[in-house]
């Protein structure tokens, strides 16, 4: 079985802030670990995975995330957040076993404020 | 085309009555997903077909619902007498095969059951 828990229903920063988005997952083996962006009316975007190697994994638009694995979380981050970041964003779990099924979590809407 | 395409972007239906969504994938893509997002909720995992292998179905919420894939490109996702609780944004999305590879997604079919 694999899950995803994104604990935030809401994040709310300033325009400059640095931001950081949550996530925690569960699988059996190792992740492979997807963050995606959706903007209004609009389809899921990708902005980054991680599948293995380095821990600190670069994307889309300037975010980041780090892959923790005694915490199990892979969470999302930008030092500076800008206005037009406002979305709302989902992480993704797929078990390396598991050919193309992967978990959603319930995603994150990021308010940012001028 | 240039992205994965869904028709109608929009649907009104009536309580009772059948519908029928399309997704045409990006050409060459081998992977297929249908998912459901619902008011407030994250994705739920409907179906997948990955080249000529049998669909994992395993989150089809009931019998109303199928889906079918015709000559490994277009897939259509039919909703049987339809319910009120059906009521959603339905997302298609396709990859270049399954495992580590990004799923691209639709704009997506809003569902609307009166």
């Known amino acids: 079985a694999q899950s995803v828990a994104q604990p935030e229903d809401q994040v709310n920063v300033a325009e400059g802030n640095p931001l950081t988005v949550k996530c925690t997952y569960s699988v059996s083996g190792n992740p492979y670990l997807f963050w995606y962006v959706q903007y209004p009316n609009r389809g899921l975007q990708f902005l980054l995975k991680?599948?293995?190697?380095?821990?600190l994994v670069k994307g889309s638009y300037g975010f980041e995330a780090e892959f923790n694995k005694s915490q199990t979380s892979f969470h999302l981050k930008k030092p500076s957040a800008l206005v037009s970041d406002s979305a709302l964003y989902f992480c993704a779990v797929r078990a390396n076993t598991n050919a193309g099924k992967s978990t959603f979590g319930d995603g994150t809407t990021l308010t940012v404020k001028p | 085309g240039a992205g994965v395409s869904q028709s109608p972007s929009n649907k009104v239906t009536e309580k009772g009555k059948d519908v029928e969504l399309r997704c045409d994938p990006i050409s060459g893509h081998t992977a297929l997903y249908w998912y459901r997002q619902s008011l407030g909720q994250g994705l739920e995992f409907l179906i997948y077909?990955?080249?000529?292998?049998?669909?994992?179905k395993s989150g089809l919420p009931s019998d109303r619902f199928s889906a079918e894939r015709t000559g490994g490109s277009v897939s259509t996702l039919t909703i049987q007498r339809t319910q009120q609780e059906d009521s959603a944004v339905y997302l298609c999305a396709s990859s270049f095969g399954t495992g580590v590879n990004i799923q691209y997604f639709g704009a997506g079919t809003r569902l609307s059951v009166l």
């Open positions: 991680y599948i293995t190697g380095d821990n």
């Open positions: 077909f990955q080249g000529n292998s049998a669909p994992d």
